[in-house]
């Protein structure tokens, strides 16, 4: 039994492994690691630092087509200050304290007028 789901994990694995056929790139920016991720169609997907192997500074996330799906910072790997994430037309801002959620507000664009609810 224990081989059975040992061996369906590896197919598994193999399976997820071969269907990424984009690797990320990995480029040393001082005492930072950048690192930029890629969807299958080549596009970038998200792109931001590492410090000492944790998430730090800004991170940019993008759809298929290449635009800005969501923006924030990372200190440390803990998630803070305010992260912006669109929705087609709407604009949600998240602001986060000790890596949890302090506030949400959402901005719709109606007729050129950003409304906050």
């Not at 991170?59 to 912006?84: C, H, P, Q, S």
């Not at 986060?96 to 664009?109: G, L, M, P």
């Amino acid at each position: 039994m224990m081989k059975k789901i040992i061996l369906m994990m590896v197919v598994l694995l193999g399976v997820s492994v071969s269907a990424q056929e984009v690797k990320p790139n990995f480029e040393k920016e001082g005492d930072l690691i950048k690192g930029t991720y890629f969807h299958d169609n080549g596009t970038v997907s998200q792109e931001g630092t590492y410090k000492e192997g944790k998430l730090h500074g800004e991170w940019i996330m993008y759809d298929l087509d290449g635009k800005r799906t969501a923006i924030g910072e990372y200190n440390n790997g803990v998630k803070t200050g305010k992260w912006f994430f669109w929705k087609k037309d709407e604009l949600v801002e998240v602001d986060y304290q000790n890596n949890t959620i302090a506030d949400v507000t959402t901005w719709e664009n109606s007729n050129s007028l950003a409304v906050s609810e």
